[in-house]
């Protein structure tokens, strides 16, 4: 199905989101500066990453909402292997920050110091703009 391959994915620089269609505005929004996820007008489902169907419900009728706020460190690990196509990002840790109703995985920012970080801390995800050109979002202290 060509016409749900939107390459404005290809500037979407973290974590691998081909497998998901029809959720291309994801990329919009960062370029706005947002991180956004998706939520379920029917059932009231939330979803990070965004998908565009609800996997509870089955329905289609699906809202944006923003990632605000912060959310809580529930764990991280420091990749020294990375997938294909971001090895060059070497070393960089991957983070699960916990929203209360969801929670949103991603990567630390590069500057937040190791010894800074504890689980459980307040941290906020931000997008960031790659020299490449490519976005993604990381997680700084909040
Ligand atoms: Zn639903």
Do not use: H
């Not at 960062?30 to 990070?48: A, N, P, R, S, Y």
């Not at 990002?89 to 969801?102: E, N, Q, T």
């Not at 110091?113 to 490519?134: D, R, S, T, Y």
């Amino acid at each position: 199905m060509p016409k749900d391959i939107d390459d404005r994915f290809k500037k979407f620089g973290t974590v691998s989101f081909t497998q998901i269609t029809k959720v291309n505005d994801f990329i919009k929004y960062l370029e706005e500066g947002k991180v956004e996820g998706t939520k379920c007008k029917k059932c009231g489902q939330i979803f990070f990453p965004p998908r565009a169907d609800c996997f509870s419900c089955f329905s289609s009728d699906m809202e944006w909402f923003e990632v605000t706020g912060a959310g809580k460190l529930v764990t991280y690990s420091k990749l020294q292997y990375g997938p294909v196509g971001f090895e060059g990002d070497l070393p960089y840790s991957i983070a699960l920050l916990d929203y209360g109703k969801y929670k949103v995985f991603g990567r630390l920012a590069n500057d937040v110091p190791e010894n800074e970080i504890n689980i459980g801390m307040a941290m906020k995800a931000v997008v960031n703009k790659l020299p490449n050109g490519q976005m993604n979002y990381v997680f700084k202290k909040a």
